[in-house]
């Protein structure tokens, strides 16, 4: 069974880069027809999707969020990491990352939920001033 853990720090100034990792066991980061995703939570409201990789390394980002966002992945490490430019208190929130059929991208990037494929605990990033 696939199982993810995100990693980073908790506490990030403002203006500075938020950079996380997710580290994959239980099979490989490069599978056909799995995604790998970046979702977050802000306190008090929805999923909100950031970007994802795909099998081949091609990556797709929110448009709300793409000119700050940048995924990259470490294949010898099966992890892939999400780095986030010139953060605020706004991007504030739980920082998941997920492993996504294709057959479930519509759905994440329309209405995200933890009911598609398989997800990482969530780790708590606060961006202070």
């Known amino acids: 069974q696939v199982q993810l853990q995100e990693s980073g720090p908790g506490l990030v100034k403002s203006s500075q880069t938020l950079s996380l990792t997710c580290t994959v066991s239980g099979g490989p980061i490069t599978s056909n027809g799995f995604y790998w995703f970046w979702i977050r939570q802000p306190p008090g409201k929805g999923l909100e999707w950031i970007g994802y990789s795909a099998p081949s390394g091609a990556t797709y980002y929110n448009p709300s969020l793409k000119s700050r966002t940048s995924i990259s992945r470490d294949t010898s490490k099966n992890q892939f990491t999400l780095q986030l430019t010139s953060v605020t208190p706004e991007d504030t929130g739980v920082y998941y990352c997920?492993?996504?059929?294709?057959?479930?991208?519509?759905?994440?990037?329309?209405?995200?939920?933890?009911?598609?494929?398989?997800w990482g605990q969530g780790t708590q990033v606060t961006v202070f001033s």
């Open positions: 997920a492993r996504v059929h294709q057959m479930s991208i519509t759905t994440m990037t329309s209405r995200p939920t933890k009911a598609a494929g398989y």
